[in-house]
């Protein structure tokens, strides 16, 4: 099982629509959760960090499910523009210093 | 602007030949990592430093070799790369304790020939 896997999609959804993404960790050590977006030929950026108690921000909100060990990230109101792809990432404690593992990426695509 | 400045942006190399890439940053974030991405895949965690210190090395071949000079900067000596080596090698930052996010930089747009 991977550490962190996520639906590579593609999702392909009109402008205006709302889209989640789901993804799973497998390390119940565990300590943060981030929403990274990949443009193409372009290095990840960091969306949001994923709260315990849940966050959002303009059109995005991150939840954390410890429980159930997921993260998701819902995008309201879609735009062109939101159109990348979506990186799950995971931050592990490993001996003297932390290790981050990615998902393997889902790939949004916002036709007009 | 990126705060974590890679350079060069592209660089083009040999199999014989010797090339570092350069990582630096001021944001006086103490970790500081190499990631190897290939297209349509997530990175993959090369190299990691913590307070200047090797802290893990994903068995990565010799051939690449890095290096961390103060807390600011983070090379990756390169040397007799293969071909399959080609791949944007990305760069991050990171406070110690990580829960703020990472910072990458742009990266270098590697190709061995």
């Known amino acids: ?10 999702f392909n959804v ?13 390390n119940s050590a565990s300590q943060s959760f981030f929403w990274y977006r990949q443009d193409c030929r372009k290095e990840p950026k960091l969306l949001m960090s994923v709260y315990s108690s849940g966050n959002e921000d303009g059109r995005f909100t991150a939840q ?10 819902l995008i309201r109101d879609s735009k062109l523009s939101d159109s990348a792809t979506y990186l799950c990432v995971v931050n592990n404690p490993y001996s003297s210093a932390s290790k981050i593992i990615f998902g393997s990426g889902t790939r949004l695509s916002i036709r007009p | 602007d990126t705060e974590v400045t890679q350079t060069p942006k592209h660089l083009v190399m040999g199999m014989t ?5 350069k990582c630096e940053q001021h ?20 190299f990691v430093y913590s307070y ?8 990565v071949p010799s051939r690449f070799s890095p290096e961390c000079p103060n807390s600011s900067l983070l090379n990756l000596h390169l040397h007799a790369l293969q071909p399959e080596d ?21 990266g270098t747009r590697l190709t061995v020939v």
């Not at chain 2, 200047?52 to 068995?59: F, G, M, T």
């Not at chain 2, 990305?90 to 742009?106: E, H, I, V």
């Open chain 2, 27 to 46: 944001m006086g974030h103490r970790a500081m990592y190499w990631y190897k991405q290939k297209a349509k895949k997530p990175p993959e965690l090369m």
């Open chain 2, 17 to 21: 030949n010797k090339k570092s890439l």
């Open chain 1, 14 to 26: 009109p402008e205006g629509a709302t889209v989640a993404f789901n993804c799973t960790y497998s």
């Open chain 2, 86 to 106: 080609s791949a944007l090698y990305l760069c991050a930052s990171s406070q110690a304790s990580p829960r703020d996010g990472y910072t990458f930089g742009s």
């Open chain 1, 64 to 73: 954390l499910n410890r429980a159930s060990q997921y993260i998701s990230l």
């Open chain 2, 52 to 59: 200047e210190k090797l802290s893990i090395n994903e068995s």
């Open chain 1, 1 to 10: 099982r991977k550490e962190v896997e996520q639906d590579p999609g593609p």
